[in-house]
């Protein structure tokens, strides 16, 4: 523990510095980071490639192996990212609301960083980058505590960013990691509430409901993503085919990705076969209720559990519906607050769906894997919440701020 509380310490110093340190200067840094990303991306690989090595080694399931796995393209994509936030204008001192007082007081509501934020996180390398990036941009300090699935990846990936902190004149314990894989450390980060102000937690919904459960720090929740699309009986069926085989096996270990699909039944006996066919191409495992499972017949009979599950895996859940009304339920009931679509030319039903789902992204013909700070131009992304408070959606820099009254008078007194 007196690690933590040194890291601590050290984080707390650092967000005040952070406070001096100017857009330009955080700029300049960021570029420096993501020039040292490309430059030392051997070294990245190398470090990548022992976590891998490990997980296959310990039967890693495929789709957090993909999580976990770092090429070429994805460093590229992570000093991207950083150029992308540096492009992004600076929300720190931007003025919310400004009024005056008959009593002569003036009163602007600006915004301000959080402060100290830790983030848990699991199996994704590139968080590591994505996270510093936009804590660093919002005056935020960071501590990271990364899975042990990452564990190399993650050093080695900080330790660019810390040196690049270094060349730019900047405090390098903007950024720290606990390098320390016991999950006992974990749960002491939970209570590290004298130096952390916000706690962020990415990964499995066991991680979360730890995090939930546990953190005596305020905690902002990125849930698990059982994300459904529901085609209409008024769909485009070649629309939906390509949006379901895009939204489910583009990259099937993301939260974002597609893991329920509802049909309308007035469309089932045309649509069902086909989709069924497109998804046995990329050797999607289809599991389905009776009426699905009467229409494709290798179709696995689904039990309630796989309507609500987050498989990153090529699984599907597959449930024929009487309505638009039914569609909404059982997304309601099932989904995870995340990002669920509706596939149809109807603008009503469209507009139903927009308002009656519960999630924190909704579309109407187009894929789920778009809920993505990148997708979204916020530069990167912190994580999905789904919770309602303080954020919800895609969090970018306005998300990791908080904001503070400041008074002006000259003299005044309550009397």
Do not use: W
Not at 41 to 59: H, S
Not at 131 to 151: E, M, P, Q, R, Y
Not at 313 to 320: A, F, L, R, V
Not at 390 to 399: F, I, Q, S, V
């Amino acid at each position: 523990m007196t690690d933590l509380i040194q890291m601590g310490q050290r984080a707390e110093a650092a967000k005040y510095q952070l406070q001096k340190v100017s857009e330009d200067e955080k700029n300049a840094a960021l570029r420096r980071a993501a020039e040292l990303l490309k430059e030392r991306r051997e070294e990245l690989l190398a470090a990548n490639a022992e976590d891998i090595a490990a997980g296959e080694a310990g039967g890693m399931h495929p789709g957090l192996l993909d999580r976990l796995r770092l090429t070429d393209a994805r460093i590229d994509a992570m000093a991207e990212g950083l150029l992308q936030i540096v492009v992004l204008p600076d929300c720190i001192g931007e003025v919310l609301e400004r009024f005056d007082r008959p009593n002569g007081l003036h009163i602007e509501k600006r915004r301000v960083p959080l402060g100290v934020i830790g983030i848990i996180y699991e199996s994704r390398p590139n968080v590591t980058a994505d996270a510093f990036g936009l804590c660093f941009k919002t005056g935020n300090a960071v501590i990271l505590k990364g899975g042990s699935d990452a564990i190399h990846s993650n050093i080695a990936i900080t330790a660019v960013l810390r040196e690049a902190l270094r060349q730019s004149g900047v405090t390098e314990d903007a950024v720290q990691l606990i390098e320390d894989t016991d999950r006992s450390v974990t749960a002491q980060l939970m209570k590290l509430n004298q130096y952390v102000d916000v706690l962020i937690p990415r990964g499995n919904a066991g991680l979360i409901r730890s995090v939930m459960e546990n953190s005596t720090i305020p905690v902002i929740e990125t849930g698990t993503g059982n994300c459904h699309v529901y085609v209409d009986k008024a769909a485009d069926l070649d629309m939906a085919a390509e949006i379901i085989i895009n939204a489910k096996t583009q990259r099937i270990g993301v939260c974002n990705a597609c893991e329920s699909l509802v049909v309308h039944r007035d469309v089932k006996d045309a649509f069902l076969p086909v989709m069924a066919e497109r998804l046995r191409e990329k050797n999607v495992e289809m599991r389905g209720d009776e009426e699905t499972c009467g229409l494709i017949l290798d179709c696995v009979p689904a039990v309630p559990e796989d309507y609500g599950r987050e498989c990153l895996d090529y699984i599907i859940s597959i449930k024929t519906v009487d309505s638009l009304e039914d569609a909404i339920a059982h997304i309601n009931q099932y989904g995870t607050k995340h990002s669920e679509c509706i596939i149809t030319a109807d603008a009503d039903a469209a507009e139903r769906f927009l308002n009656e789902v519960d999630a924190a992204c909704v579309y109407v013909n187009a894929s789920t894997r778009f809920t993505d700070g990148f997708e979204f131009g916020f530069g990167a992304e912190i994580g999905i919440s789904t919770q309602k408070l303080h954020a919800r959606g895609p969090m970018g820099l306005k998300e990791l701020t908080s904001y503070k009254y400041t008074v002006e008078g000259n003299g005044q007194v309550r009397g």
